[in-house]
């Protein structure tokens, strides 16, 4: 049986095209080039042909299509692919989840007002929209939207690109748990040193009867009133909470990759699960350390009259010159953060706002995770199409 040529661009005739049914098989001569060859009528007792077709082998060309290895692909790509990915991924976790930021911060209060006194987040969220107006859980995310851009950018720029030193150091060509516990410490160093004055904006605006008009003039109230100081006086506390809770995240994020994702695809479900369930444990595990981290930006009346009388009571007992020491205005130092929280409330107020904290930081940590991932996978996908064409075109 003949047939006319493949390549709609010549002529069947000219291209020498063929297709012959052989021994009850169609054999497929393709090859890079045209057809190979002819082939004559089969004759009466010749032997039939093996199911296997045997053909000339086209040469390989370097702009062969792969898959995608979008783990893989990072080492090789620039930082900013990264850092687009954890920019965007960073706002968008902030952003979708600052209602439920909004309720932790309120629910971690040693002593609430009257009004922001609350059964629960759903309670919580209730009480401020029919007390205080629909878009007062959202008050001051501006900032929050402004910080987060550039402190996930370096986050996980910088947490891609140890990990994989590290790891090609410990362990050549495979996962290890202690390069990406390091890469977090290391990574949520960089990423507080951006984030911090906008956690602090945020928390005096997120407070319930909050004096401030705006973002601007929050920051320029603690401008006036404690200095610049004020900007970074929980940055240790932040540091001491969000290093081990990074290296408890990334080490239960990686782990539980290895598991639901052990060729390490592009797989949202598994990046949601991962985040969410890694995001869990290390918020509560850290939960005492983020009530002291709120009490130091916030700087609680109630805590700071309650700092302020025992500093009192103590000058009554050695001298009055110490009733004005240093320190008595404003809380100052996790130490102090620690002692006041028990002061005012014993163990369980180390814990206050666990639940919230666990409801904001699972879904959060997941979306963090999975738009992170995808943003990933789509930029070196790109990336990857664009050395194909340009490999294309040199051949060419």
């Avoid at 393709?30 to 009466?44: D, E, Q, Y």
């Avoid at 290296?247 to 949601?272: C, D, G, I, K, W």
């Avoid at 205005?329 to 919230?356: C, D, N, W």
Wanted: proline share 5%; charged share 20%; with cysteine.
């Amino acid at each position: 049986m003949e047939a006319p040529g493949v390549d709609s661009r010549v002529p069947g005739a000219a291209a020498g095209a063929e297709l012959r049914w052989l021994g009850g098989r169609l054999l497929d001569a393709n090859v890079t080039g045209g057809f190979v060859g002819s082939l004559s009528s089969r004759k009466a007792g010749e032997q039939d042909y093996n199911p296997v077709l045997h053909r000339v082998a086209p040469e390989t060309s370097p702009c062969a299509e792969t898959d995608v290895d979008y783990e893989g692909l990072p080492q090789e790509v620039a930082t900013s692919t990264h850092m687009l990915a954890g920019s965007v991924a960073g706002i968008m976790e902030h952003c979708l989840m600052y209602p439920i930021d909004c309720v932790k911060t309120r629910m971690q209060s040693l002593h609430p007002e009257h009004g922001a006194r609350y059964r629960n987040v759903m309670d919580a969220l209730r009480q401020i929209v029919r007390t205080e107006g629909l878009w007062r859980p959202i008050r001051g995310v501006n900032v929050l939207a402004v910080g987060a851009g550039p402190a996930h950018a370096l986050y996980f720029a910088s947490y891609e690109k140890i990990k994989f030193s590290l790891s090609d150091a410990i362990h050549p060509g495979a996962n290890s748990h202690f390069a990406n516990g390091v890469a977090g410490c290391m990574a949520t160093v960089l990423h507080d040193a951006v984030m911090n004055p906008a956690e602090v904006v945020k928390q005096r605006m997120q407070m319930f009867n909050s004096p401030y008009r705006g973002v601007l003039d929050c920051m320029g109230s603690l401008m006036r009133q404690e200095g610049s100081a004020a900007f970074y006086r929980s940055y240790t506390t932040q540091l001491t909470m969000n290093v081990p809770f990074q290296a408890l995240h990334f080490m239960t994020y990686e782990y539980l990759q290895e598991l639901l994702n052990p060729h390490r695809q592009y797989n949202p479900s598994s990046h949601v699960v991962s985040g969410a369930l890694a995001g869990a444990v290390a918020a509560a595990a850290t939960t005492p350390l983020d009530v002291c981290k709120t009490l130091l930006n916030t700087q609680e009346a109630q805590a700071i009259h309650v700092v302020q009388a025992e500093a009192a009571s103590a000058a009554g007992a050695v001298g009055a010159a110490t009733a004005s020491a240093p320190g008595s205005r404003h809380i100052s130092g996790l130490g102090e953060a620690f002692r006041t929280v028990y002061r005012m409330g014993g163990t369980p107020a180390f814990f206050k706002g666990v639940q919230a904290r666990i409801i904001y930081q699972m879904p959060s940590t997941a979306i963090s995770w999975s738009v992170y991932e995808f943003f990933k996978y789509i930029i070196t996908k790109r990336q990857h199409e664009r050395r194909l064409r340009g490999d294309r075109d040199g051949d060419k």
